[in-house]
């Protein structure tokens, strides 16, 4: 944890040094050693704040919307500051807890505070002097609203449709061109190009108006009483009077609610629109309505959640963190309901952190009917101008419970009191690329403490680092050992492969006890789930002659077939080739298809049950923002007999009627050369299995694999947690592992294979003196090239000895610093990743 820092309060005085100069420390989004400082112009000096954005030069030319992180009376020793250019914002768009985890997450993931204002601030916060700002077609053309500035700016977007910041400030012939730019975003005339680049736009609905003519009741009644065209027109008629009586009993009328409750025709609307009657207008309405805000908890808690819920408070009162460890289908929701209201009660805000967006389009209907508005949704699939919306909603108070993925933890909350972090144990938490390379459940754990707020983390197969957390000591533990109405938890039973003929050398995909419990299931009406870890049709084709097997060009992997499709995909850099019925080595057209993937299994359901209503859930076949809640809903609806799906199906979904849950290929999720393969095993398909028999019936699972006898499959079978946390708490001892020791990786990349592994020797030898009994490596990883670059590791297991720690990042930064300093390692990229999952 870093140092803390003086932060300047809303209503203290900048200080000022001797000769009444004040400067700012400037947070930009580049990733930067350290923070530079700007000199504070006496103009502003009385209304800019910690947390405001400022317009700041950089270099000669560049410019940048940076956060002013604190004000001081320190003049820098080496270079006169520059003035600070603007001050964009009235309020603070952060508080001090935010710039507090800013700082925080920079120490200690070992990246740059821009680096973090990059990934938490949404982009219309992050002008730069590169930025492109975009016409907004829906504006239209009248600028009326304008002032001079946004006038001639808009004129020049109106006929380019874009431009960069530097033409915008080439037009008003000022440097001052933040501000201007900052009031069109906020009127709507035109977004930031980085909004324009997310998958989906926003959603659009169109209303039906009537007249202001027809507002007064003479009018009205000559309207109908007297025009004879009109008495004419049955049919328009008889619309006009349905518009009339859902405008008296629902207030606005939407085109698609009027058209299907009246029966009439498009044509029909036309025709009224045309006679100037009724008016259409386009509106963009919030991708969640919100509901009135209302509280409504209509359930009690089973003996077992009572009992659970007791010892989370008493927890609360000694300690900041719960683990609530609860079996599948236990009713921990109900657990987290409760909670919320207790806060949400005492006016304060909670924040319920899912590992992946789409667990949040269930999980909301649910908090939706208890909470009603007080709850909004956040995440990256929203747009720039959504998330702004929803991020002011947040720092003002008015947003109380926010259910979001890992990037949430970086919103502007002003009496945070409860985070929940669902699913606490998956590596979804962890971000990857870009930098912070942050995991979202420990920066929730600090971020809360800063307020502080207690932290609650949930999950049928805790992490083993936050399980051994709390039988240490360190936090609170609650149990839920009981699923949800004293329902039995599934029977699980291995189908061994060694005993199943197959007609080739390939894997057993649909073995014949699997397909028979299948046919009986879709006979009593009720649903199954098949789970496979791999997407696509055929993650390898192997030419039958010479084992030649086509690989990308970018990357050291074999490609994925995509029948769908009919491309062969890198799933690393996402390059796609055309499918290869030629062998590059020995010219043969002879290729075996080797494993199988969602594709393909979806495709031999087809063949087996034809009648069957079959879907696949994985990243090729869930786009777009509302396609994973339509296709949940479906299998709610029991629209969809047969689900297919790689992760996606494990996680917290909640269905009544699945009866089989069936795990394809178990050997594939037990060999990975990773210290928490058995772990995560364990985890996925124990959380697989929950999915079956959580409402009525006891559901089953059945299992494929060549090696039933394996220790984790045998934990998996008798649903036992810890005496898997036992038995791999000995081999992470004997080894260095976590929980025992802290991890840090270090990724070398080049275009070069000798430079790479070159640099990752030299700086290995620079640091044996200090750190020789820690270090592992260098090595290549097992996919040892990916987008051209090839990669060595380097890895450091360290005590947990927080000093050490801290001073071991130091070093280590310090040392790269040194290797960029040799002209032949300049160009390799060093990539620090702390804590790996």
């Known amino acids: 944890m870093p140092e803390s820092v003086s932060y300047i309060s809303d209503n203290d005085t900048p200080p000022a040094d001797g000769a009444g100069n004040v400067y700012a420390e400037i947070i930009i989004p580049l990733a930067l050693p350290k923070n530079y400082t700007w000199s504070v112009p006496e103009t502003l000096r009385d209304s800019i704040r910690a947390g405001c954005r400022v317009e700041v030069n950089l270099g000669k030319n560049k410019k940048y919307a940076g956060i002013v992180k604190r004000l001081h009376d320190e003049k820098p020793e080496f270079f006169e500051p520059k003035d600070i250019l603007n001050l964009l914002d009235v309020e603070p768009v952060v508080f001090e807890q935010q710039l507090q985890l800013w700082e925080w997450m920079a120490s200690y993931y070992m990246c740059s505070e821009g680096e973090v204002m990059a990934a938490a601030l949404p982009s219309h916060f992050k002008l730069s002097s590169e930025t492109i700002i975009i016409y907004n077609e829906e504006y239209g ?32 012939d000022s440097s001052h061109v933040y501000p201007v730019i900052s009031r069109m975003i906020a009127k709507k005339v035109c977004y930031v190009w980085e909004a324009l680049k997310q998958t989906y736009s926003p959603k659009k609905e169109t209303y039906v108006l009537l007249n202001p003519q027809y507002d007064n009741e003479d ?68 991708r969640l309505k919100y509901l009135p805000k209302d509280i409504k908890i209509d359930f009690e808690l089973t003996a077992d959640q009572q009992k659970a819920y007791h010892v989370i408070k008493e927890s609360f009162s000694l300690k900041q963190v719960c683990l609530l460890h609860g079996v599948t289908s236990s009713g921990k929701t109900l657990v987290y309901i409760k909670l919320i209201e207790e806060f949400i009660r005492q006016g304060k805000q909670v924040l319920y952190l899912l590992p992946e967006i789409a667990l949040t389009s269930q999980i909301i209907r649910r908090l939706q009917k208890h909470f009603g508005g007080y709850i909004g949704i956040y995440h990256s699939k929203f747009t720039q101008n959504e998330r702004v919306e929803i991020w002011n909603k947040v720092k003002n108070g008015e947003m109380k419970i926010v259910l979001g993925a890992r990037s949430s933890v970086f919103l502007p909350f002003q009496d945070l009191a409860l985070v929940i972090c669902d699913e606490e144990h998956d590596s979804s938490f ?181 009648d069957a209503k079959i879907a696949r859930m994985d990243v090729d ?114 080894f260095g592992y976590p929980p025992y020791t802290r ?43 990916i987008r051209n670059q090839y990669l060595i590791e380097l890895l450091l297991k360290l005590p947990k000895d927080r000093k050490f720690i801290v001073q071991c990042k130091k070093d280590l930064l310090e040392q790269v610093a040194m290797l960029h300093s040799e002209s032949r390692f300049r160009s390799v990229v060093i990539v620090p990743d702390v804590d790996v999952m």
């Open 621 to 734: 076949s869930v786009r777009g923002k509302n396609a994973h809640d339509a296709l949940i809903q479906q299998f709610e609806q029991h629209r969809i007999e047969i689900l297919v799906g790689t992760q996606m199906v494990v996680k917290g979904l909640d269905f009544d009627t699945v009866d089989l849950v069936g795990i394809l290929d178990a050997d594939g999720l037990l060999h990975f050369a990773d210290f928490r393969v058995n772990e995560r095993a364990f985890q996925l398909m124990e959380q697989v299995s929950g999915r079956a028999g959580r409402k009525e019936a006891t559901g089953k699972v059945l299992i494929q694999t060549l090696n039933p006898a394996h220790p984790v499959l045998q934990y998996v079978k008798q649903h036992d947690y810890k005496k898997m946390f036992e038995e791999e708490l000995v081999k992470r001892k004997h």
């Open 430 to 610: 962890k971000q990857y690329d870009p930098a912070p390379r942050y995991n979202g459940r420990d920066a929730a754990i600090y971020f809360a403490s800063l307020f502080p707020a207690k932290v609650l983390l949930g999950s049928a197969t805790p992490s083993l680092e936050s399980y051994n957390n709390a039988v240490t000591g360190k936090y609170g533990l609650a149990e839920l050992t009981l699923r949800y109405g004293d329902i039995h938890p599934p029977a699980i039973e291995f189908i061994d492969l060694k005993t199943i003929e197959r007609k080739d050398r390939g894997k057993v995909m649909l073995s014949p006890p699997l397909t028979e419990e299948i046919r009986s299931v879709l006979a009593r009406k009720r649903q199954v789930i098949l789970f496979q870890n791999r997407r696509g049709y055929t993650p390898y084709q192997v030419c039958n002659v010479c084992g030649w097997i086509p690989q990308c060009k970018y990357c050291d992997v074999s490609l994925t077939y995509h029948k769908f499709t009919n491309k062969l995909v890198c799933h690393y850099c996402g390059t796609s080739y055309p499918p290869v019925t030629i062998c590059a080595a020995c010219g043969n057209h002879d290729f075996v298809q080797r494993n199988f993937g969602t594709e393909r299994i979806e495709e031999q359901l087809q063949e087996v049950f034809p």
């Open 141 to 172: 053309d009248d600028f009326s609203a304008l002032d001079h500035d946004e006038y001639m700016v808009a004129e020049a977007l109106l006929i380019k449709k874009e431009l960069k910041l530097t033409e915008a400030q080439h037009i008003l």
């Open 219 to 286: 009018e009205l009644s000559r309207l109908l009483n007297e025009d004879k065209k009109l008495q004419r027109a049955e049919k328009q008629m008889e619309l006009l009077l349905s518009y009339l009586y859902l405008v008296k009993t629902e207030g606005e009328v939407t085109k698609t609610g009027l058209l299907k409750k009246s029966g009439a025709s498009e044509s029909q609307l036309k025709g009224l629109v045309e006679k100037k009657i009724l008016w259409l207008e386009k509106r963009s309405i919030d």
């Open 743 to 785: 991890m840090i990786l270090l990724t070398f990349k080049h275009k070069i294979r000798e430079v790479v592994e070159s640099a990752a020797l030299h700086y290995t030898d620079a640091l044996k003196n200090k750190y020789e009994n820690y270090i592992v490596g260098p090595a290549e990883p097992v996919i040892n090239r």
